[in-house]
């Protein structure tokens, strides 16, 4: 069964800096994106970042670019969401998600995605 485990979640000052992790288990496909997509109660689950496993291309919200960084181990199946510069606003349910989809161009939209991860807190505290 296809799974994708996050950790790296937690209580970080506004300014602080926090690193997520994301891990898909027996993938079904070869080529693939990972993103990270984040939701507050009440809202929709909205794109933060996502990296191509086989080209490398990342793409960014404007909310984080210049403040978060996306990572890939390909080896690993593993990707990390590096966070500097934290602001209360960030603060969310983090969403990893896995999508089969061969391309180096953005994939930003949660449909595109075939696989969710269980989600983790992150607060910013002011």
């Known amino acids: 069964q296809v799974q994708l485990v996050e950790s790296g979640g937690g209580l970080v000052q506004a300014g602080g800096s926090l690193r997520l992790s994301c891990t898909l288990s027996?993938?079904?496909?070869?080529?693939?994106?990972m993103g990270w997509f984040r939701q507050a109660p009440g809202k929709e689950r909205g794109f933060v970042t996502t990296i191509s496993m086989s080209f490398g291309s990342a793409y960014y919200a404007d909310s984080v670019k210049g403040r978060f960084t996306i990572s890939r181990d390909s080896a690993k199946n593993t990707v990390y969401l590096h966070m500097n510069s934290l602001k209360p606003e960030d603060t969310d349910v983090y969403y990893c998600a896995a999508g089969d989809r061969n391309t180096p161009s953005a994939v930003t939209s949660r449909n595109e995605y075939d696989y969710w991860g269980q989600g983790t807190q992150v607060t910013v505290s002011s």
């Open positions: 027996r993938p079904t496909f070869s080529n693939y994106a």
